[in-house]
């Protein structure tokens, strides 16, 4: 990452410079440079292309497990769900997910009246036995 910077900031700074102010050697930077890109990355490159046709064939539906398990079924494919994950996050694609439903538990009447605030909102007794309170909680079996 800090090698990418200088290369791209090498047409207004010396290389020098750059290297001293990001704290990496001048040495280190050329051989990053004649390196090259790693398998992996190229890898990464292909199966990137595999993961955009599986997921563009979803409807752009699928999330990392399923896109996994299609590259796997249909593709023979190995390649672990993180993995996977990675690459469509790289890409700035994501699965859709369902919104869980709520379930609702009370359903009040408009046309009932509400209860009487007998305590005024004064939680707080003077004396013992002077207020009593209650709260019903439901419980299903």
């Known amino acids: 990452m ?9 047409a207004a700074h010396a290389i020098l410079r750059l290297c001293k102010v990001i704290g990496v050697t001048r ?15 190229r890898d990464d490159r292909a199966l990137q292309r595999l993961i955009r046709e599986v997921f563009a064939g979803s409807f752009e539906i699928y999330g990392a497990p ?6 796997r079924e249909d593709y023979g494919v ?10 469509l996050r790289a890409m700035g694609l994501a699965g859709v997910s369902r919104r869980r439903k709520r379930r ?10 509400a209860a009487p605030d007998l305590v005024k909102r ?8 002077q207020l009593w ?3 019903i909680e439901r419980h299903e079996a």
Do not use: C, M
């Open 122 to 129: 004064r939680f707080q007794a003077d004396r013992p036995n």
């Open 2 to 10: 800090k090698f990418r910077l200088i290369e791209a900031e090498q």
């Open 27 to 41: 040495a280190g930077y050329y051989a990053w440079k004649g390196r090259g890109t790693s398998q992996r990355e």
């Open 104 to 113: 609702r538990t009370t359903v009040s009447d408009p046309a009932v009246p």
């Open 133 to 135: 309170v209650a709260d």
């Open 66 to 71: 399923r896109v996994q398990a299609e590259l």
């Open 78 to 87: 190995r390649v672990g769900r993180k993995r996977v994950a990675r690459l």
